[in-house]
């Protein structure tokens, strides 16, 4: 019998998103059901419905989710109906010259099949009530009452996190506190500046508490978002928009630079920062993203003097080792994820959503199910 379900689709870019029905195909041997209970609003999703992110269309966006297994394909030994996940967006094949790198993030089947909006088997898993295609953003496609992902994909965690929480954890929380932990490798010398307080910087925030660094310096243009960054562990705030951020950061380590910068703004201005507030031999971690056509220019001093440079997705995520690490984090009490979220929307809201967290107003929207 074949699964109906509300999704939230976008047909074009700079259009509003849809609340459509479609059907899911039919579950293939390593397919997962997942009946989805939360979903969180990235900035990543904004970008491809303001169009700086292009993908095909008619597209259901979403990659920030959690729920429960609904139903598994024949071959599925993972996961089982019942286990709470929260999903990965990196699925990767494990044995191409990337992934015997140890770098999951550049799996050249992933790279490959990223572009065309299909799940990890090149397949489209749902269609439209006129019968075309539906493409999934960043292999999940969350914006929906279900999502049907490779068995990878679905990571367990302990079923005493809340979903509403537990989504945050598959984009924004892993990729900021996983630029601290498993990129930059704060230590407990370390001043670290962080570049943005979104929900990604936040987690970088937290990141920097958890490896216990020395000073951490939060750097917003939105006074409150910076009153945020203090509960979570920021030990100093500067606000862009009136102060000199880089200059504040040398203050405060001697004239010499923050010894690592993390970026988690998408901007231009924040680049250029990160290199100019970082000290001679730092470590830069960019995560933010702007239109990937788009120039930067940076002063050629700013990064000389044996700096490191990275640019970096999903804070070199291993969902299958990191989400039930950072879900029990939260159960601990050591990982503020309550805080995160400004609203809980139903998938009905979603322009709304969007256009609170466009505004500046959300940390994170996030959509509720069932
Ligand atoms: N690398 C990854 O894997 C990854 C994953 C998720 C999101 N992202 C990217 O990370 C960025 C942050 O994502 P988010 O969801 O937290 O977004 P967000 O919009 O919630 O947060 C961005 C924050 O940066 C602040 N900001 C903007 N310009 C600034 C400036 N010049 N100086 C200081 N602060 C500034 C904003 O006030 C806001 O608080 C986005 O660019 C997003 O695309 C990257
Ligand atoms: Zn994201
Ligand atoms: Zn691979």
């Not at 609904?70 to 990196?90: E, F, M, P, Y």
């Amino acid at each position: 019998m074949t699964l109906n379900y509300e999704a939230a689709v976008l047909q074009r870019s700079g259009t509003p998103l849809a609340i459509e029905r479609v059907s899911a195909a039919a579950l293939q041997p390593t397919d997962v059901l997942v009946s989805v209970r939360a979903a969180g609003l990235c900035h990543t999703d904004l970008e491809v419905i303001e169009g700086s992110l292009r993908y095909p269309m008619p597209i259901v966006l979403g990659h920030e989710a959690a729920g429960i297994v609904a139903d598994t394909g024949g071959a599925v030994t993972r996961v089982r109906k019942g286990d709470h996940v929260i999903l990965s967006w990196n699925p990767h094949c494990g044995h191409c010259f990337y992934c015997d790198r140890g770098l999951p993030i550049l799996c050249e089947d992933y790279l490959a099949k990223g572009p065309r909006a299909v799940q990890f088997d090149g397949q489209s898993k749902a269609r439209l009530a006129d019968g075309r295609e539906l493409k999934h953003l960043m292999f999940l496609g969350a914006f929906g009452e279900y999502c049907i992902v490779a068995d990878q994909q679905a990571i367990p965690v302990p079923k005493e996190i809340p979903f509403d929480r537990a989504c945050l954890i598959g984009c924004g929380v892993m990729t900021g506190v996983g630029a601290a932990f498993n990129l930059a490798r704060v230590s407990r010398a370390d001043c670290v500046m962080i570049i943005g307080c979104g929900a990604v910087g936040l987690s970088a925030v937290q990141g920097a508490r958890l490896a216990g660094a020395a000073g951490i310096i939060a750097c917003d243009i939105d006074d409150g978002k910076l009153a945020l960054a203090q509960t979570m562990g920021a030990t100093s705030c500067v606000n862009a928009a009136k102060e000199d951020a880089a200059a504040l950061a040398k203050k405060q380590t001697s004239g010499r630079g923050a010894d690592i910068v993390i970026e988690a703004a998408g901007s231009a201005v924040a680049f250029r920062t990160s290199v100019e507030a970082v000290r001679p031999g730092g470590e830069v971690v960019w995560l933010g993203k702007i239109d990937v056509a788009a120039d930067v220019a940076f002063r050629w001093g700013a990064l000389m003097q044996e700096k490191r440079i990275r640019r970096s997705s999903y804070g070199d995520a291993r969902p299958a080792r990191d989400f039930p690490l950072l879900a029990r984090a939260y159960l601990d009490g050591r990982l503020m994820l309550d805080e995160l979220i400004t609203e809980r929307i139903r998938l009905a809201a979603i322009n709304e959503g969007f256009a609170a967290l466009k505004s500046g107003r959300a940390i994170r929207s996030v959509i509720t199910f069932h």
